[in-house]
């Protein structure tokens, strides 16, 4: 738990803004092809990319990348599902661009809704492993199993351990071979603790129970 940054994402997304807006100004040192040019003559690789800059500037792509990274610097401090929401928004926005470079832009923006899924479904595992060691003090302390997650709180965790997905209490169902705790992941479907089989259904954490002369 205390590996957890919240403002981690904050700090990612204006750094790859700051990047973003560096490769806008210097294409040169972007694209390949632009220092390939200087082999055709000398300064067409300048040249091309004084171009390019010139473009980006009449288009508006470069208020509209500052716009658009501001705005996914304040969704990725969100819950994740007001900011996987605001993060769909922005890609629907940015598909509508208008730009003279398209396939310059997308070099610079990388796939951000994709970071915001992955941190929730880590996340989802490290608050699994959490629960799993609260429930294994509570049935250490009473001789059984717990019945439902909520009875974890507060001995053996200040409150019920929150999906990440959904902000409700983790899916938890036990039985003879021991006990599953889940998130429902990124469909936000209970699947049942079913993962799939990598198929990004729940984010399951199984916990076999010790044997009966342990």
Known sequence: AGTEVP???RGAFSGEGAMGLWGLDHPQLVVPQFR???QWFPGAGSLA??????????SGARERYVRYMTEMVDASRRP???AAAAIERLEKDRSSWRSPLPSFAEMV???????ISQTARNDAYLYCAEAAL????FRLANGRPAAHIAELAPAFTPAAPLDPFNAKPLRYVSDESGYTLY???ENLVDDGGDDGHGKNLDVVFRV???SKQE
Request: hydrophobic letters at 45%; one cysteine or more.
């Open 7 to 9: 403002e981690a994402w």
């Open 36 to 38: 390939d040019a200087e």
């Open 49 to 58: 990319a004084g171009l390019v800059r010139m473009a980006v500037t009449a």
């Open 80 to 82: 994740y599902i007001e």
């Open 109 to 115: 923006i990388p796939n951000f809704s994709r970071c």
């Open 134 to 137: 609260a429930l294994e003090r």
């Open 183 to 185: 998130s429902v992941g």
């Open 208 to 210: 076999a129970c010790p």
